[in-house]
């Protein structure tokens, strides 16, 4: 389903735009009496950006890559210099074709980085907590000095489908979150941890 809705709007929204700006163009042309480009000139290379950025993200939504960001603030305690901090996002287990190995580049290159916190900032599954099941392991094996934290995402909440009941959509809730404890991070629920 998810492929069906991905290639519905690669091809409708940038023919939309293409037929858009050649409406206006069309009127324009009508109402002034002589040839008038001036809008698909903007509105053709639009569209073909954004149907190369579409098709780009489905092409690269499996790459794996790290940045880096030094922090400095005065505001932290000595004991704080250079602690290294990894986050993770996004991850959509409903998402990905080859889980497992996906799964495993991370670990690979999170454990590589030697981090003292790893943070998971949401949206471990897309839909339900069922797409995680049997993922566990290489959550697990990542491996932070000071420990492994999340926080729930937007998607994690199971707004994005159509439930029977609300007593469905929150046990499902639930399962999300038993997900985050069994990949081995302390879900924060509107809290918070003091470390050192």
């Not at 505001?75 to 996906?102: M, T, Y």
Request: aromatic content about 12%.
């Amino acid at each position: 389903m998810i492929w069906f809705v991905w290639l519905f709007f690669t091809l409708f929204i940038p023919g939309n735009i293409m037929a858009l700006f050649t409406a206006v163009d069309k009127l324009v042309e009508h109402w002034r009496k002589k040839t008038f480009i001036v809008c698909r000139c903007i509105g053709y290379p639009l569209a073909v950006l954004l149907f190369v950025g579409l098709i780009w993200g489905a092409v690269d939504r499996k790459q794996v890559s790290v940045h880096r960001v030094d922090i400095v603030s005065e505001a932290l305690p000595q004991a704080f210099n250079n602690l290294k901090i990894v986050q993770i996002s996004d991850v959509h287990l409903g998402n990905l074709d080859n889980a497992e190995l996906f799964l495993e580049q991370i670990k690979d290159k999170i454990n590589a980085e030697k981090p003292d916190l790893i943070m998971l900032t949401g949206d471990l599954v897309n839909f339900t907590s069922e797409e995680g099941i049997g993922l566990e392991d290489n959550f697990v094996a990542m491996e932070a000095a000071v420990g492994k934290f999340a926080v729930l995402g937007n998607h994690d909440y199971g707004d994005y489908l159509q439930w029977p009941t609300v007593e469905a959509k929150m046990e499902n809730l639930e399962k999300t979150k038993a997900l985050y404890c069994r990949c081995g991070f302390d879900l924060l629920l509107d809290e918070r941890r003091i470390i050192s």
